[in-house]
């Protein structure tokens, strides 16, 4: 059974969210959805996730899954909005623990954020399953981009986060805490092992040459045409690109909100007296090696 596969485009943060779905049952998951933040004024909006869950009532499909491909540093997920309004179970890669340890220490959070991941419904290993009604799925530990990366397999649909941009892309840095652009190369040959014809969708697309934003490739044309990585591209040279290349890039626009966001699984900090939920700066901290 081969799933059907809605793309939305959340253009402030180039991320692609994906509604995946059973024709048949109409059991349905999402795919990396994002909560608006606008930075300035410290305010979040559903607006992007309301057309998901518009999408979702239209096509009378039921939420079971709400999975993320990674703790993402550039957006904030709206998982807990989606659950809210629409149930489905959260999920995240088992890795979370180690990035949450990070974090916990980069933000200095107090024993109240206890890094095991049970802010996550569910906390899935290399090679577990899950299903969407009929359509049968897998999860493929991706770690290199960050240590928490999972891939996920349904039917002929893979859902590769940051693992690997469209061709004309590339990839993405591996400078963050618990990256590694060898793994990164390790996991991208695991894709490539899959059959050429897999649908490969991206969690990114920052429109390389000024293009439309896509979202859809495969693994053959990825084989073949990544301009970073191809099946045979020898891991010393993608290796000394990518450190070459991410030495350069500055730290994300929202790594501060995002992060802190994420790593509880989309929830806010909890309020404090006054009723507001607050998130910390840490001074000198990001920006360099931790
Ligand atoms: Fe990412």
């Not at 909005?81 to 149930?87: E, M, T």
Request: net charge negative; charged share 20%.
């Amino acid at each position: 059974m081969q799933p059907t596969v809605t793309p939305f485009f959340h253009a402030p943060t180039s991320t692609w969210t994906y509604v995946v779905s059973d024709p048949a049952s109409r059991d349905a998951a999402v795919i990396d959805p994002v909560l608006d933040y606008d930075w300035r004024s410290g305010r979040t909006g559903t607006a992007s996730a309301d057309v998901v869950l518009a999408h979702l009532a239209a096509g009378d499909l039921r939420l079971r899954w709400i999975l993320e491909t990674h703790a993402h540093a550039d957006h904030l997920s709206s998982a807990p909005y989606l659950q809210s309004k629409a149930g489905g179970l959260i999920a995240i890669g088992e890795g979370i623990r180690q990035v949450q340890a990070t974090f916990k220490r980069v933000f200095g959070l107090d024993d109240e954020f206890v890094p095991d991941g049970r802010q996550f419904d569910h906390l899935l290993a290399d090679g577990g399953t899950l299903e969407i009604g009929g359509v049968a799925g897998q999860v493929i530990a991706t770690p290199g981009h960050t240590s928490d990366s999972v891939s996920y397999l349904f039917g002929d649909a893979l859902f590769v986060g940051d693992t690997i941009f469209m061709p004309d892309g590339g990839s993405a840095r591996c400078d963050f805490p618990g990256g590694d652009a060898a793994e990164l190369h390790r996991s991208v040959q695991r894709l490539y092992a899959l059959p050429a014809a897999t649908r490969v969708f991206v969690c990114h697309d920052y429109s390389p040459g000024g293009r439309p934003p896509r979202c859809e490739t495969t693994i053959g044309e990825q084989r073949a045409s990544n301009i970073h990585l191809k099946a045979d591209t020898p891991v010393g040279d993608y290796v000394a690109m990518r450190q070459a290349r991410d030495a350069t890039l500055d730290v994300p626009n929202l790594i501060i909100p995002s992060v802190q966001v994420n790593i509880r699984a989309g929830h806010l900090p909890p309020a404090e007296s006054d009723g507001v939920s607050y998130l910390k700066v840490p001074l000198n901290v990001l920006g360099r090696p931790l």
